[in-house]
């Protein structure tokens, strides 16, 4: 027998399971009625901080639950726990969360909830190229790391659907321009919403709230036309 | 790095095709990358020779395609290429432009060696974007 050489022509993307798997559970997410949020940022932005103001702001009103990554402790889950379901997703090293980890996290975390956080690693390198199977993906910029940061990391301003502009209590204090970080995002992302608010001091997190319900009652409105538009082609809803 | 994780996922992908095939070994995997990949070329380079060895696709050379960041205009349809991330059509202006090329990190094809001609399986040739 000889040895014979053949090329095997694929092309395509070495995530694509990944992101079908993903796809397929943005849209079992958006049929349950739960709005997934995938909150990224550099370590120290105020990811726990914010969520843990919008909890506060929704308490008694809204179901919100976090799944929130780290390397490693559970220090996270522990400030989040009096607020809202939480479960901490301790990767041991890893720099992301992948859908694996999130189906695990899910698992534990049990029950029906009309918001579902997804706190990411802090890295704004890495988490951007994992699909978390969310509807929205929300990057934070501390007024303290710099408005040149946009600019910098292509791929996760890029991806991102809003920008939450941090910290702004510390305007006063520091060299940073809302104008220019967001214009500056904007070179890369021209759809991306943008907040500026204070998780400590409550302020725009109002703001911030009023979004994710109208985000989420678009998302509603949009999952139940997709149904009924598989229903009307004779296609079963996936 | 998350680059160690990609590769796995690219090794593992590359192995089954291997059995699919009944191949002997791999001997090329070739790869395409461009600057939204989210991948670092030297990056990848090191963790599939740090990973190949363990694997069914041991011996395979790996070859990397750098493309650039193309893209074609939502208002115009002008294609073009992006430079320096900024993501506007240099035909008419417009931000509103969608990425077509080097946002992904691709497995193009795979060269598979046999005893025999390799069956080939006209339904596995699938392109996604």
């Known amino acids: ?238 | 790095m998350h680059e160690a994780s990609l590769v796995r996922a690219l090794l593992t992908q590359v192995g089954n095709l291997l059995v699919e095939h009944n191949g002997e070994a791999v001997e090329v995997v070739r790869v395409e990358m461009g600057p939204l990949s989210g991948v670092e070329s030297a990056l990848v380079e090191i963790a599939f020779q740090q990973q190949v060895g363990s694997t069914p696709c041991r011996g395979a050379t790996l070859k990397i395609e750098e493309v650039p960041l193309a893209a074609v205009c939502r208002d115009c349809g002008d294609e073009f290429n992006i430079e320096h991330f900024r993501f506007k059509c240099i035909a008419c202006g417009s931000n509103r432009v969608r990425i077509t090329h080097g946002d992904e990190f691709r497995l193009l094809d795979v060269e598979i060696r046999t005893e025999s001609p390799a069956t080939t399986q006209p339904d596995f040739q699938e392109t996604q974007t």
């Open chain 1, 1 to 238: 027998m000889t040895s014979v050489t053949t090329t095997i022509p694929v092309n395509r993307d070495v995530k694509a399971e990944l992101k079908r798997q993903a796809e397929e559970m943005r849209r079992d997410f958006a049929r349950r009625g739960t709005l997934v949020i995938n909150v990224l940022s550099s370590p120290g932005a105020g990811k726990t901080s914010l969520l843990e103001a919008t909890a506060k702001h929704w308490t008694g009103q809204r179901r919100m639950a976090v799944l929130v990554g780290d390397l490693a402790t559970d220090r996270d889950a522990q400030r989040l726990a009096p607020h809202c379901p939480v479960e901490q997703l301790t990767t041991g090293g890893a720099c992301h969360l992948e859908i694996p980890l999130v189906q695990r996290g899910l698992e534990k975390l049990g029950g029906e909830f009309e918001f579902l956080f997804i706190e990411n690693i802090g890295n704004l390198v890495c988490p951007a190229s994992h699909d978390l199977a969310e509807h929205l993906r929300v990057v934070l910029l501390s007024v303290t790391e710099g408005d040149d940061k946009p600019g910098k990391y292509p791929k996760m301003f890029r991806t991102s659907d809003a920008v939450v502009i941090s910290k702004s209590d510390l305007l006063p204090h520091v060299p940073f321009s809302v104008d220019a970080a967001i214009a500056d995002a904007r070179l890369i992302q021209p759809d991306l919403q943008t907040f500026t608010l204070c998780s400590l001091t409550g302020d725009g997190i109002a703001e911030w709230c009023r979004f994710l319900n109208e985000t989420r009652d678009r998302m509603i409105v949009e999952s139940a036309a997709d149904s009924s538009a598989c229903v009307l082609n004779g296609a079963v809803p996936q």
